[in-house]
């Protein structure tokens, strides 16, 4: 029986867990070569759209992962600044990727730790509509990736931007961090900004003042520390400060010429005469040279082990030998010697020898007390004066 309510208990608290996780789903349509966005909110996100109660300052931490992957494709990235900020799930998708996508998303709620699972299905398909083939990206120092995600800032770039390009609509094809291409984390000093990489297309062609800054001449100058070529103003300022030196432009209305397409080869290389390599390798038999290489070596140890075996147990002489060998004159002068030194020894052990003055404890630091100096015995006078 109390194995029942057990499984009960159990039961119960599963059905408790299961109840904290709520199971959403979007459909989503990306568009091939166009920059898609998506906002992971709080309040839309980790709880339902009835409930009002969610706080602005929740801290929720997300994790996205494509469905039977433990990372993202490759063309979607995600960020956060914090756990009080939204996240974004940004990216690019190319014409490899079209088809249908399972993006899966766990909310994490860190004050209530709760969790939510969301589904996002990406319906990747072509652009509708003209070609974008001029194509600008611009650096942005002033801003980070997530400041320029959202579709407000998005919209007054392109707006500042139609004043330096022809007229036509301007799209944004691409936003990318400084730091994924291989920017430096700035210093934590109020204004520093990562930077920004915000690539823009349009059916227009490029104006004269777009093609100045790209130009040799303004490069050359950017290489010198001088500022680029802008014969035009600078509609961008002051809200984005743009790198004009890291302008990149690419026309992609001009065909490329037959000439300059890479042809791929056979991987075979072309005929050199100083180059000779071998038609074929000959079977060789490497167990002698492991057998040289092994047993020479072994032998050799072998050998002066054997020597010093000889030297050390072989030639002794032993005190036996020793004492026969030598003179009984000198055993016995050998002997006299060592006696002396023993009696001396001893001697010197039952001698009373006085202590140095210096290590005598004239003074006791913890009583106070004084004593007298010892009295070398070996300074009195064996004869006593009677005078």
């Given at each position: 029986?109390?194995?029942?309510?057990?499984?009960?208990?159990?039961?119960?608290?599963?059905?408790?867990?299961?109840?904290?996780?709520?199971?959403?789903?979007?459909?989503?349509?990306?568009?091939?070569?166009?920059?898609?966005?998506?906002?992971?909110?709080?309040?839309?996100?980790?709880?339902?759209?009835?409930?009002?109660?969610?706080?602005?300052?929740?801290?929720?931490?997300?994790?996205?992962?494509?469905?039977?992957?433990?990372?993202?494709?490759?063309?979607?990235?995600?960020?956060?600044?914090?756990?009080?900020?939204?996240?974004?799930?940004?990216?690019?998708?190319t014409a490899e990727d079209r088809g249908r996508q399972i993006i899966e998303v766990t909310a994490y709620n860190r004050?209530?730790?709760?969790?939510?699972?969301?589904?996002?299905?990406?319906?990747?398909?072509?652009?509708?509509?003209?070609?974008?083939?001029?194509?600008?990206?611009?650096?942005?120092?002033?801003?980070?990736?997530?400041?320029?995600?959202?579709?407000?800032?998005?919209?007054?770039?392109?707006?500042?931007?139609?004043?330096?390009?022809?007229?036509?609509?301007?799209?944004?094809?691409?936003?990318?961090?400084?730091?994924?291409?291989?920017?430096?984390?700035?210093?934590?000093?109020?204004?520093?900004?990562?930077?920004?990489?915000?690539?823009?297309?349009?059916?227009?062609?490029?104006?004269?003042?777009?093609?100045?800054?790209?130009?040799?001449?303004?490069?050359?100058?950017?290489?010198?520390?001088?500022?680029?070529?802008?014969?035009?103003?600078?509609?961008?300022?002051?809200?984005?400060?743009?790198?004009?030196?890291?302008?990149?432009?690419?026309?992609?209305?001009?065909?490329?010429?037959?000439?300059?397409?890479?042809?791929?080869?056979?991987?075979?290389?072309?005929?050199?005469?100083?180059?000779?390599?071998?038609?074929?390798?000959?079977?060789?038999d490497f167990l002698p040279d492991a057998l040289v290489t092994l047993l020479v070596p072994l032998l050799v140890a072998?050998?002066?082990?054997?020597?010093?075996?000889?030297?050390?147990?072989?030639?002794?002489?032993?005190?036996?030998?020793?004492?026969?060998?030598?003179?009984?004159?000198?055993?016995?002068?050998?002997?006299?010697?060592?006696?002396?030194?023993?009696?001396?020894?001893?001697?010197a052990a039952s001698r009373e020898v006085p202590r140095p003055l210096s290590t005598l404890p004239m003074f006791n630091?913890?009583?106070?007390?004084?004593?007298?100096?010892?009295?070398?015995?070996?300074?009195?006078?064996?004869?006593?004066?009677?005078?």
């Open positions: 029986m109390a194995a029942v309510f057990d499984w009960i208990a159990l039961l119960v608290a599963l059905w408790l867990t299961l109840g904290d996780t709520q199971l959403q789903q979007a459909t989503l349509h990306p568009l091939v070569g166009h920059i898609f966005v998506h906002t992971l909110d709080h309040e839309t996100f980790l709880r339902p759209p009835e409930d009002t109660a969610v706080l602005p300052s929740a801290s929720v931490t997300y994790h996205a992962h494509l469905q039977g992957h433990p990372d993202l494709p490759g063309w979607l990235r995600y960020t956060q600044r914090s756990p009080t900020k939204p996240g974004f799930l940004y990216g690019t998708a004050d209530t730790f709760d969790t939510t699972q969301q589904k996002l299905v990406l319906l990747i398909q072509d652009p509708e509509g003209p070609r974008l083939p001029y194509q600008a990206e611009f650096l942005v120092r002033s801003h980070d990736v997530e400041e320029v995600l959202p579709s407000a800032p998005s919209s007054r770039f392109l707006t500042a931007l139609g004043g330096l390009w022809e007229p036509g609509e301007l799209r944004v094809l691409n936003i990318t961090s400084a730091l994924d291409r291989g920017g430096r984390v700035p210093l934590p000093i109020e204004g520093r900004k990562e930077g920004v990489y915000i690539k823009v297309g349009s059916a227009s062609p490029f104006s004269t003042c777009l093609k100045m800054v790209a130009s040799p001449d303004s490069h050359a100058r950017c290489a010198q520390g001088q500022p680029p070529l802008l014969s035009c103003y600078d509609t961008l300022a002051p809200h984005f400060r743009v790198d004009w030196c890291n302008v990149s432009l690419v026309d992609k209305s001009v065909p490329v010429p037959v000439d300059e397409v890479p042809t791929l080869g056979d991987g075979i290389l072309e005929y050199d005469p100083f180059f000779c390599p071998p038609t074929e390798a000959s079977a060789r072998l050998l002066l082990t054997l020597l010093l075996a000889y030297v050390m147990c072989c030639r002794r002489e032993g005190l036996l030998k020793r004492d026969l060998a030598t003179s009984d004159i000198q055993m016995v002068h050998h002997s006299t010697i060592l006696g002396n030194t023993e009696e001396l020894r001893q001697m630091v913890r009583t106070g007390e004084r004593l007298p100096p010892r009295v070398d015995s070996a300074q009195v006078p064996l004869i006593l004066d009677q005078h």
